[in-house]
């Protein structure tokens, strides 16, 4: 970008005056709609709020419609690449259902659009409203989220699930995405959104009072010690950005603070209702603060699988979107009672999935994209020191947040991430920055992405299709949801399935109730087929064993009946209850001759006829999974 008087270019589309008075609502809707959305439709508790996600912020992108590709996006562009040849590849030459494959594709691919439509903005000189509306927004989502998250603490009776979820965790606030952490991450993010409004004159110090204690008071009654980590990052920025003003500085640096005092007022509270509620609650629940530390599901433990199956895999690992089905089918010393689909630790799921080589790349990129855009808020002045430092202080904080858990998986949280880190990316680094000037007056500088000419109708036209995506993903989910929620006259339960099963983006929640349930041979082993490579369960891999006893898989059958007994869970009671005195013994009594590779059995047959009884008990509406 040149000089800062470099004359301004005749706006265009994304950038008129038109653009900017849609960009506030639109990225309001975008942060909040999917984000307090209670309403939810099975089998996943989740999906709508992803798939509004995708229209909304692909309505963002659509206003701002990019209309060049800002070099300093290239190692985050490549990364993202990467990932979706990944999980390409782990479709067409490797076991993952085509709608895994599909989902993630789309969802990287508008993570991109995002970056470049926050680079392009970032150059142009509307940069300082397209940040004020992503931070608006998810200072928007993470208000009425503490609001959501003091009624279900306090009044409990008020949560219908429709409106306002149900807390499924006595005592503790986990917000319309029914997660403490996903909760705690948009409390984290609003909080770093009223502070950089405050800087921004946008927001008035009154308003920055109020604010602050509310959402590190929702972070307390969510109990979630990542969202209590998340505040020493906060500290941390109060501490070393001298810029700020007086007052941000104060209430960065008093957050923890703020979190001890809330958590001294709830003890005090809980004795006086003789409840125990907020971070007490989980203490309490888990017996103490290293409760949870000796539990088989805690993350170490967690880790330690994750390690073994990447010393086992070190070159190409075990595929993309594939550590649930390898993780599940290999014999641990100290197995995990709960079913995870992911290691809980970006790096880890990398190289757990890309194996060492592919995903150090992944993981270089990403790096050197973060210290691009650090070097940026660092260099940055004025106005856009306040956007830069407070854009990469939002990508760090999900970040951090994303070595315990996975909230990148999410559309909610990957796509904001996404704009602000195009955003501080595509901020100049001085007069002598890499990337070409701002275009004079009726000229459009030629882009590596988009052709001369274009204009921003490149952007205006992947922005409406990402928003068009997310409307028809919401479409094609009904395809599914008409078999585990049918109305009247919904016909078959055979019929729902085999029609689910055509779904090109969730035909794995049509296989799992295909497989689970009384169908069709060959609907029953597409299901199997397809549906283990989704979330191996208790009753997935009961079918599953049947189906392979009756293939004449008999040491496989085993082998797989095992690995579910190592899960410990009680739903796997009754099956195998036939191995107790007086039972009439079975498969699953019997332990495996031999050692199986999941790769193994991966590519073993699926067309092959199920026995009667094979699957679980028929049912008008198989049960959602959680």
């Known amino acids: 970008m040149g000089p800062m008087s470099a004359p301004p270019p005749t706006p265009a589309p994304g950038h008129g005056p038109a653009a900017g008075s849609l960009l ?41 419609a990019p209309r060049r590709w800002p ?37 990287l691919a508008g993570a991109a659009l995002l970056v470049v439509a926050g680079a392009d903005a970032a150059r142009g000189p509307r940069r300082a409203e397209a940040f004020a509306a992503l931070a608006w927004g998810l200072l928007a989502a993470g208000v009425l989220s503490g609001a959501v998250a003091l009624v279900q603490v306090f009044a409990p009776g008020w949560t219908d699930g429709d409106w306002i979820a149900h807390s499924g965790l006595a005592g503790r606030a986990v917000g319309n995405l029914r997660q403490p952490n996903h909760l705690c991450s948009l409390l984290l993010w609003a909080l770093v959104a009223a502070v950089a409004l405050h800087e921004l004159k946008r927001l008035p110090g009154a308003a920055l009072a109020a604010m602050v204690p509310l959402l590190v008071f929702a972070v307390e009654l969510s109990a979630s010690r990542t969202g209590a980590a998340g505040l020493l990052l906060l500290l941390l920025w109060g501490v070393v950005d001298r810029r700020l003003s007086r007052s ?20 005090w509270w809980g004795d006086v209702t003789q409840q125990v509620l907020g971070a007490g609650a989980r203490v309490a629940a888990e017996g103490g603060l290293g409760g949870a530390t000796d539990s088989p ?22 595929g993309f979107g594939e550590f649930n089905f390898a993780w599940s089918l290999t014999a641990f010393a100290n197995r995990a009672t709960a079913f995870f689909d992911h290691t809980h630790n970006l790096p880890l799921q990398l190289m757990v999935e890309l194996g060492l080589p592919l995903s150090l790349l992944v993981m270089a990129l990403l790096a050197v994209a973060l210290w691009q855009a650090g070097l940026r808020a660092w260099r940055a002045q004025g106005e856009t020191a306040t956007l830069a430092r407070a854009g990469w202080v939002l990508v760090l904080m999900i970040g951090l947040h994303s070595l315990v858990e996975y909230p990148l998986w999410y559309a909610y949280f990957l796509l904001p991430a996404a704009l602000a880190w195009g955003l501080v990316l595509g901020l100049p680094v001085g007069t002598a920055d890499e990337a070409e000037p701002v275009p004079a007056a009726g000229r459009v500088a030629p882009s590596p992405a988009l052709p001369r000419g274009a204009g921003g109708a490149a952007g205006l036209i992947s922005g409406l299709l990402m928003a068009a995506g997310g409307v028809f993903a919401v479409w094609d989910y009904q395809r599914v949801v008409v078999i585990y929620a049918p109305p009247e006259g919904s016909g078959l339960l055979a019929t729902r399935i085999a029609r689910g099963q055509l779904s090109p983006l969730f035909a794995h929640h049509a296989d799992y ?25 208790t009753r997935l891999m009961i079918a599953w064993t049947r189906h392979l006893a009756a293939g004449g898989h008999t040491d496989e059958a085993r082998w797989v009946a095992q690995r579910l007994r190592d899960f410990r869970n009680t739903d796997a009671t009754e099956f195998f209850a036939a191995c107790g005195p007086g039972g009439a013994g079975g498969v699953q009594c019997q332990p495996p001759q031999a050692l199986h590779d999941w790769r193994a059995l991966a590519a073993l047959p699926w067309q092959q006829a199920a026995p009667a009884g094979a699957a679980a008990q028929p049912s008008k509406a198989p049960s959602a999974r959680q």
Not at 58 to 64: T, Y
Not at 76 to 95: E, K, P
């Open 248 to 267: 941000a500085r104060g209430w960065l640096i008093a957050t923890p603070l703020l979190y001890a005092l809330a958590w001294g007022a709830m003890a």
């Open 24 to 64: 506030l609502p639109a990225a309001m809707l975008a942060a909040v709609v999917p984000t307090l959305t209670a309403l939810h439709q099975p089998p996943s508790a989740t999906l709508l709020n992803q798939c509004m996600a995708v229209a909304l912020w692909g309505g963002v992108a659509a206003v701002l």
């Open 297 to 318: 599901n805690a993350r170490a433990n967690i880790w330690r699988n994750a390690l073994a199956l990447i010393a086992a895999n070190p070159w190409t690992g075990v």
């Open 513 to 537: 109730a295909a497989a689970t349930n009384e169908t069709p041979p060959a609907s029953t082993a597409l299901g199997l087929a397809r549906a283990t490579h989704s979330l191996l369960d």
């Open 71 to 107: 070099r300093a996006t290239l190692p985050l562009i490549a990364a993202l690449a990467l990932m979706a040849a990944a999980a390409l590849a782990s479709w067409g030459w490797g076991t993952l259902p085509r709608s895994l494959a599909a989902q993630a594709i789309g969802l």
